[in-house]
C-alpha cells in the first residue's frame, strides 16, 4: 500500500489543553482515549499544552530570579519546557498502555515546526514545516506510532528554540493537521463544548452542536478562550475541529464541531449594488427601545439588510443595502414624526459598502488609522466606519468605491508586510 492510500484512512490530530493534564489522573484519563482511537485504527497526533499553570509560574520564576532582565530568547527556552516536560510524561503514559508513542522534541534532526525567529510570538514557515512533516511526521503515523509533540514550541532553521505566543498549542495542531493532512483536529478541555454563553454570566446555557467559522470569529472577539484566535488562520478549510470534554475519556464522544475557514490573508471587498445611510436625530434616542424596534420592523417590511448602524443619544444613522426608496422613506419620516424622542430624519444616498476582512484584524494597532490616512490623501471622504468580528466596516461614495478598494487593499498590505517583518 502506497503512503497516499495509507493517509485515506482516519486521521487525527487531538490537543489537549493544561487543564486536561493537571494532575496523573487527567493525563491517565487522556491516555486512554488516545490508546482507545489508536486500536480502532486510526492515525494519531497528539499536542499537548503544559499541565495546568506551568507556563505562568516559569515565567514569574525566571523573571524573578532575573530581576525581570531575561532576553526573550533565553525565556523562550526557559519556558519550552512545560510543553516538552508535559509531552515526555504523556508518551510514557501511552507506553505505560502499551502504546506505541513518540515523542518529539525541538532538539531532534525530526522535530516538525519551523518558525521565523520573532522570540515569544514566533509564526510557523509552512513551507519547512510540510518538508519536516513529509519527512518524518507522517511516516511515523503510517508505522503505526502515535506521535506525541509539544505544544506552543518552535525551532528556527538555526536551531534557536521558539515559543508560538498565547494559544501556541491551538497554531501547532492546526499547522499539524493542515500539512499531514488530518480528518479532524480535536481540542480536548474541560468543558463540554462551545456554550451558547458564558456559564459564569448566564445559568443553564447549552453547547453549540455546530458552528461555522464566521459565527466563532464574533465569540473570540468577544473574549471566549475555548480556542485561540490566531491559531483559525492555519485551519484547512476542508477540515472540520471538534472540542470535547477529556471527562468524556472517549475521543467519539460529542463537542462542538466547527465548520468552514476564514481568510488566511485579509480580504477587501465591496458590497453589491448600492447602500444608504438614513440618519434620524432627536432626543434621547439610545434611551428609547419603543423608537429602535418601531424603525427596525419598518424596514424589515421592505426586505432590505441593516449593514450597520450608529447610536449616540441624540442620533441614529443606519446603513442599509439600497438606494433610496421612497416608500421606505415615507414610512421612516412617518415614524419619526410621530415618535416625541425623534424630530427630523436626513439621507445619503448613494454609497458603496466595502467589507475589510482578517484573522484577528480589529486587534491589529493602527489599522484603522491606515485605512483612514489612505482614503484622505485621494480624498475620498468615510461615511462611516466600524469595527467588529476581525473586520472594519466602511461606507465611501459610490463612485469611488473601486479606487478606494484598490487603495486599501495596497496600504493595508503594505502595513501588515511592515509588521510581519
Given at each position: ?10 486521521c ?5 489543553g ?45 523573571q524573578?530570579?532575573?530581576?525581570g ?26 507506553r ?29 514557515i509552512l ?25 506552543f514550541?518552535g525551532?528556527?532553521?538555526?536551531g ?12 501547532t ?14 481540542l480536548v478541555?474541560d468543558v ?13 446555557p ?8 464566521s ?22 478549510p476542508?477540515m472540520?475541529v471538534?472540542?470535547?470534554n ?6 467519539r464522544s460529542?463537542?462542538?464541531?466547527i ?6 490573508n ?7 449594488g ?26 424589515r417590511?421592505f ?25 421606505l422613506?415615507e ?8 415618535d ?11 454609497l458603496s459598502?466595502?467589507?475589510?476582512r482578517g ?34 466596516l466602511l ?27
Amino acid at each position: 500500500m502506497s503512503v497516499n492510500e495509507k493517509l485515506h484512512h482516519r486521521c487525527l490530530v487531538v490537543k489537549f489543553g493544561g487543564s486536561s493534564l493537571a494532575d496523573g489522573e487527567s493525563i491517565s484519563r487522556a491516555g486512554d482515549s488516545v490508546i482507545k482511537e489508536a486500536m480502532a485504527g486510526t492515525k494519531i497526533a497528539v499536542v499537548v499544552s503544559a499541565m495546568g499553570k506551568t507556563t505562568d509560574n516559569l515565567i514569574a520564576v525566571a523573571q524573578d530570579a532575573c530581576g525581570g532582565n531575561l532576553p526573550l530568547g533565553e525565556l523562550d527556552d526557559i519556558i519550552a519546557m512545560g510543553e516538552r516536560t508535559s509531552a515526555r510524561i504523556f508518551a510514557a503514559a501511552l507506553r505505560a498502555k502499551g502504546g506505541k508513542a513518540v515523542y518529539l522534541d525541538p532538539s531532534s534532526p525530526d522535530w516538525p515546526i519551523i518558525t521565523n525567529e520573532s522570540s515569544g510570538n514566533a509564526e510557523p514557515i509552512l513551507s519547512l514545516c510540510e518538508r519536516m512533516i513529509e519527512r518524518s511526521t507522517r511516516p511515523l503515523l503510517d508505522n503505526g506510532a502515535i506521535a506525541v509533540v509539544p505544544g506552543f514550541v518552535g525551532k528556527t532553521e538555526g536551531g534557536a528554540i521558539t515559543t508560538l505566543g498565547r494559544g501556541g498549542s491551538d497554531v501547532t495542531a492546526m499547522v499539524l493537521a493542515r500539512l499531514l493532512p488530518a480528518d479532524q483536529v480535536i481540542l480536548v478541555t474541560d468543558v463540554d463544548g462551545i456554550m451558547s454563553a458564558d456559564p459564569k454570566l448566564v445559568e443553564r446555557p447549552r453547547m453549540i452542536q455546530e458552528i461555522e467559522m464566521s459565527a466563532l470569529i464574533g465569540l473570540t472577539d468577544s473574549g471566549s478562550k475555548f480556542i485561540h484566535k490566531k491559531a483559525l488562520r492555519y485551519k484547512s478549510p476542508t477540515m472540520d475541529v471538534k472540542v470535547i470534554n477529556n471527562a468524556r475519556g472517549d475521543l467519539r464522544s460529542e463537542g462542538t464541531i466547527i465548520r468552514g475557514s476564514f481568510p488566511e490573508n485579509i480580504v477587501v471587498e465591496p458590497h453589491p449594488g448600492v447602500s444608504m445611510a438614513v440618519t434620524v436625530v432627536g432626543k434621547a434616542i439610545s434611551e428609547s427601545p419603543e423608537t429602535l424596534q418601531n424603525l427596525f420592523q419598518e424596514i424589515r417590511k421592505f426586505n432590505i439588510s441593516i449593514l450597520g448602524m450608529s447610536i449616540n443619544h441624540n442620533s441614529l444613522i443606519l446603513y442599509l443595502s439600497m438606494d433610496g426608496s421612497r416608500e421606505l422613506l415615507e414610512a421612516l419620516h412617518s415614524i419619526v414624526t410621530a415618535d416625541q424622542r425623534t424630530i427630523a430624519l436626513a439621507v445619503r444616498k448613494d454609497l458603496s459598502f466595502i467589507d475589510v476582512r482578517g484573522v484577528g484584524l480589529e486587534e491589529t494597532p493602527g489599522i484603522v488609522s491606515v485605512i483612514s490616512k489612505a482614503l484622505s490623501s485621494a480624498n475620498i471622504n468615510i461615511y462611516g466606519v466600524f469595527t467588529i468580528t476581525s473586520s472594519v466596516l466602511l461606507f465611501v461614495d459610490l463612485k469611488d468605491s473601486e479606487r478606494a478598494t484598490r487603495l486599501i487593499e495596497d496600504s493595508v498590505r503594505s502595513y501588515t508586510n511592515l509588521r510581519d517583518g
